[in-house]
T-cell receptor
Framework: TQLLEQSPQFLSIQEGENLTVYCNSSSVFSSLQWYRQEPGEGPVLLVT?????EVKKLKRLTFQFGDARKDSSLHITAAQPGDTGLYLC?????????????FGQGTILTVHP | KAGVTQTPRYLIKTRGQQVTLSCSPI?????VSWYQQTPGQGLQFLFEYFSETQRNKGNFPGRFSGRQFSNSRSEMNVSTLELGDSALYLCASSSAASGGAVDEQFFGPGTRLTVL
């Protein structure tokens, strides 16, 4: 069974601070995705990383995929209250794992004005 | 394009009953996956359907079943409900164009099931 360990579980910060969320596994993944979920809604895809060592930027969000494709991080610069939500990392094992995303436990981020 | 829709949005049932949840994927998407989300276990994969065939299944008891129709709409059924089945049930659709490796899954808003 492939497991994704996400940390921290909770983050409560002030507007303008920076933060990093980590997603680690002992397994190698063909790709890794980051989602954000708001209350009453389903997760929304933020980014997919495929290549080991890949770095992707989405405005104030920076995503990294580890060289060995076993871990990833999400860094938010100058967090804003609108960044509040549940952040989830997820991985597709590839091959015949059709449609099956394995999710981390999630990080609940609260950004206070 | 309309997003993934799920009905109903909320359900209250009692132990022992059965329930059917419905999911309409994005037009043109042929793959539908179902997930259960709980505070304790997070998001867990239930099963995936493509062209009316179940291609993948998670580690859930046989009380959880699903099906997909020719128009790609999908239903999941839970029989003999238990208290622990209370959860947010999410479905996600994908075009599955690349064979699954990096296909984006688009999630619906979920059905909140409460079992009393």
């Amino acid at each position: 069974t492939q497991l994704l360990e996400q940390s921290p579980q909770f983050l409560s910060i002030q507007e303008g601070e920076n933060l990093t969320v980590y997603c680690n596994s002992s397994s190698v993944f063909s790709s890794l995705q980051w989602y954000r979920q708001e209350p009453g809604e389903g997760p929304v895809l933020l980014v997919t990383v495929v290549t080991g060592g890949e770095v992707k930027k989405l405005k104030r969000l920076t995503f990294q995929f580890g060289d060995a494709r076993k871990d990833s991080s999400l860094h938010i610069t100058a967090a804003q209250p609108g960044d509040t939500g549940l952040y989830l990392c997820a991985a597709l094992a590839g091959g015949t794992s059709y449609g099956k995303l394995t999710f981390g436990q999630g990080t609940i981020l609260t950004v206070h004005p | 394009k309309a997003g993934v829709t799920q009905t109903p949005r909320y359900l209250i049932k009692t132990r022992g009953q059965q329930v059917t949840l419905s999911c309409s994927p994005i037009s043109g998407h042929r793959s539908v996956s179902w997930y259960q989300q709980t505070p304790g276990q997070g998001l867990q994969f239930l099963f995936e359907y493509f062209s009316e065939t179940q291609r993948n299944k998670g580690n859930f008891p046989g009380r959880f079943s699903g099906r997909q129709f020719s128009n790609s709409r999908s239903e999941m059924n839970v029989s003999t409900l238990e208290l622990g089945d209370s959860a947010l049930y999410l479905c996600a659709s994908s075009s599955a164009a690349s064979g699954g490796a990096v296909d984006e899954q688009f999630f619906g808003p979920g059905t909140r099931l409460t079992v009393l």
